[in-house]
């Protein structure tokens, strides 16, 4: 069972504005110590167009819905 708080390579999202685009998580991003968790998302069909989101958007219903497998 998924943890709804957990985010992992593989997860898949989509904007709750434009739910036909689908991002997958890449990998957590690696940044200054003082900036919150963040990850790199892939365009599902054009793995070259990447975002940056942090983990409290990907969370937040209001943005981003989780894609279960």
Request: hydrophobic share 45%; glycine share 2%; charged share 25%.
């Amino acid at each position: 069972m998924m943890r709804e708080n957990t985010i992992n390579p593989g997860d898949k999202f989509t904007r709750v504005e434009n739910s036909r685009t689908v991002w997958v998580v890449v990998r957590e991003a690696v940044l200054a110590q003082v900036m919150p968790p963040h990850f790199q998302l892939a365009h599902a069909m054009i793995r070259s167009r990447t975002i940056m989101m942090s983990t409290s958007a990907l969370l937040d219903k209001n943005l981003f819905k989780r894609i279960e497998n």
